[in-house]
């Protein structure tokens, strides 16, 4: 049996993955084990965790594994007690079988169970909009690229601005649909009082207001693709009837006795793990499984951090005038590839212009902070961009900056804000995420 353990290019389409699985032992002597694939495999005591064990030396997300080009490299994810490696505290490490790792009183071992297997890939770095040159995301391309040419549902899951919304308008353009509409419907912004009437459409008289008929989104993505963002916000008593429409491709406008038939494809994004969520009783598992057939994760970016390059210089260029990784302060893109990156590629898409902005802050570009002064001296910089990049950069600032005072003036507590704010805790949460406020 091969004993590799590296991630191989064969060539510009292949990969090869060696066969192995992460076994845990427990002093309960308990062995729980995964196979390793591309993604990294999180082990602690957490319900998140790709390899979950119980011990109270563990912490919540202990450690991580991963296979790279170098061989499997594992690292401490700022664990209380420390991951340990023939007894040696290690921060990150490369190991091998036949090596013996310690987490609390859980001992960690990697098994050869066969031959590698070979991983098809994108051959470009690029798949529409989106920008990836690492063998992860490669490989996630060739997948969605798969996925365009059928008329399945697709899922996508990942972090907030790791560029979902950005893959599902690339799976649009390489489907045969590309000509049709993409439309796109945000179900964590929508009310369920409004769920129905937005997504299949209302007839005059429907409800107080109903003054004429309304199209709903499914009919206005006629003939292309409807793109249903954050669909792990849908509230759980309206899950039943988004099922019902994907089983039966039929919808009923509101106070409409007539039923209608459509042909949008349906390409979902959330950033939630939903087969935990269905385990938890938070999301239906029927709906899930309907919404599931090409599951697929985009990771995080720190997960790919050689792609940080690609995209700094994909920014730089894309700039009014084009810049280039020159125009950026010295020892900026060595700042850049060492950031742990929670916002993903939006907040690196932010920290670029904010270094080209203000070259002086190159410490503090990690940093957010006041938005008037600020917001003031870039609004030339905006009058340079798009009135879409402009508006999301501005909305970008604005949510971090509201979002750090009203944290700040409520002592970090987050019900408190969210109260104050006028949104949900879980909202709250999801932006913290998004801008990486911890
Ligand atoms: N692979 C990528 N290549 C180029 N730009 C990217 C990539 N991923 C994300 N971006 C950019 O980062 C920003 C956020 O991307 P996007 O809105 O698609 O993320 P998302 O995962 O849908 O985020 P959220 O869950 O918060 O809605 C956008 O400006 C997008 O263009």
Same mark, same amino acid.
């Given at each position: 049996?091969?004993?590799?353990?590296?991630?191989?290019?064969?060539?510009?389409? *292949?990969?090869?993955?060696?066969?192995?699985?992460?076994?845990?032992?427990?002093?309960?002597?308990?062995?729980?084990?995964?196979?390793?694939?591309?993604?990294?495999?999180?082990?602690?005591?957490?319900?998140?965790? %790709?390899?979950?064990?119980?011990?109270?030396?563990?912490?919540?997300?202990?450690?991580?594994?991963?296979?790279?080009?170098?061989?499997?490299?594992?690292?401490?994810?700022?664990?209380?007690?420390?991951?340990?490696?023939?007894?040696?505290?290690?921060?990150?490490?490369?190991?091998?079988?036949?090596?013996?790792?310690?987490?609390?009183?859980?001992?960690?071992?990697?098994?050869?169970?066969?031959?590698?297997?070979?991983?098809?890939? $994108?051959?470009?770095?690029?798949?529409?909009?989106?920008?990836?040159?690492?063998?992860?995301? *490669?490989?996630?391309?060739?997948?969605?690229?798969?996925?365009?040419?059928?008329?399945?549902?697709?899922?996508?899951?990942?972090?907030?601005?790791?560029?979902?919304?950005?893959?599902?308008?690339?799976?649009?353009?390489?489907?045969? *649909?590309? %000509?049709?509409?993409?439309?796109?419907?945000?179900?964590?912004?929508?009310?369920?009082?409004?769920?129905?009437?937005?997504?299949?459409?209302?007839?005059?008289?429907?409800?107080?207001?109903?003054?004429?008929?309304?199209?709903?989104?499914?009919?206005?993505?006629?003939?292309?693709?409807?793109?249903?963002?954050?669909?792990?916000?849908?509230?759980?008593?309206?899950?039943?009837?988004?099922?019902?429409?994907?089983?039966?491709?039929?919808?009923?406008?509101?106070?409409?006795?007539? $039923?209608?038939?459509?042909?949008?494809?349906?390409?979902?994004?959330?950033?939630?793990?939903?087969?935990?969520?269905?385990?938890?009783?938070?999301?239906?598992? %029927?709906?899930?499984?309907?919404?599931?057939?090409?599951?697929?994760?985009?990771?995080?970016?720190?997960?790919?951090?050689?792609?940080?390059?690609?995209?700094?210089?994909?920014?730089?260029?894309?700039?009014?005038?084009?810049?280039?990784?020159?125009?950026?302060?010295?020892?900026?893109?060595?700042?850049?590839?060492?950031?742990? $990156?929670?916002?993903?590629?939006?907040?690196?898409?932010?920290?670029?212009?904010?270094?080209?902005?203000?070259?002086?802050?190159?410490?503090?570009?990690?940093?957010?902070?006041?938005?008037?002064?600020?917001?003031?001296?870039?609004?030339?910089?905006?009058?340079?961009?798009? $009135?879409?990049?402009?508006?999301?950069?501005?909305?970008? *600032?604005?949510?971090?900056?509201?979002?750090?005072?009203?944290?700040?003036?409520?002592?970090?507590?987050?019900?408190?804000?969210?109260?104050?704010?006028?949104?949900?805790?879980?909202?709250?949460?999801?932006?913290?995420?998004?801008?990486?406020?911890?």
């Amino acid at each position: 049996m091969s004993q590799s353990t590296t991630l191989t290019l064969l060539d510009r389409r *292949r990969a090869s993955l060696p066969s192995l699985v992460l076994v845990a032992n427990m002093a309960s002597t308990q062995e729980v084990s995964r196979p390793f694939g591309l993604a990294p495999i999180v082990v602690g005591t957490g319900n998140d965790c %790709d390899l979950i064990v119980t011990d109270p030396a563990v912490s919540r997300r202990h450690c991580l594994f991963r296979i790279t080009p170098q061989g499997i490299l594992v690292r401490d994810l700022q664990s209380k007690n420390g991951t340990f490696v023939s007894n040696i505290r290690v921060q990150e490490a490369h190991v091998a079988p036949g090596h013996v790792l310690q987490i609390g009183g859980v001992s960690l071992r990697i098994r050869v169970t066969g031959e590698p297997s070979e991983i098809p890939l $994108w051959p470009e770095a690029s798949f529409g909009g989106a920008l990836g040159g690492s063998t992860v995301m *490669r490989a996630l391309f060739h997948r969605l690229h798969q996925a365009a040419q059928s008329p399945e549902v697709v899922l996508l899951r990942g972090e907030s601005g790791t560029g979902k919304e950005l893959l599902a308008r690339a799976i649009h353009d390489a489907s045969p *649909r590309a %000509d049709g509409p993409f439309v796109i419907f945000d179900a964590a912004a929508i009310t369920p009082a409004l769920f129905e009437a937005e997504l299949f459409g209302h007839v005059r008289g429907a409800f107080t207001g109903a003054d004429a008929d309304r199209t709903g989104m499914l009919a206005t993505a006629d003939g292309g693709t409807l793109f249903l963002d954050e669909i792990g916000e849908l509230p759980l008593d309206q899950q039943p009837k988004l099922l019902r429409v994907l089983e039966s491709k039929q919808y009923r406008p509101v106070g409409s006795n007539e $039923w209608r038939s459509f042909d949008a494809r349906i390409v979902a994004a959330t950033h939630r793990d939903l087969h935990a969520a269905t385990a938890a009783g938070e999301f239906r598992q %029927d709906l899930y499984f309907r919404l599931a057939v090409f599951e697929c994760v985009v990771p995080p970016l720190r997960e790919r951090s050689d792609d940080i390059e690609l995209l700094v210089e994909r920014f730089l260029a894309s700039d009014i005038p084009p810049r280039t990784v020159l125009d950026l302060p010295h020892g900026a893109l060595e700042m850049l590839a060492s950031h742990h $990156w929670p916002g993903n590629v939006r907040e690196l898409r932010n920290t670029v212009s904010r270094l080209l902005l203000f070259p002086h802050m190159r410490e503090r570009a990690l940093e957010f902070h006041g938005v008037e002064g600020e917001a003031r001296r870039d609004f030339d910089a905006l009058l340079g961009l798009s $009135w879409r990049d402009a508006r999301e950069r501005v909305i970008d *600032r604005f949510e971090a900056s509201y979002l750090r005072e009203k944290l700040h003036a409520h002592d970090g507590n987050v019900a408190k804000a969210a109260t104050d704010m006028g949104i949900s805790r879980q909202l709250v949460h999801r932006l913290m995420v998004r801008h990486g406020i911890r």
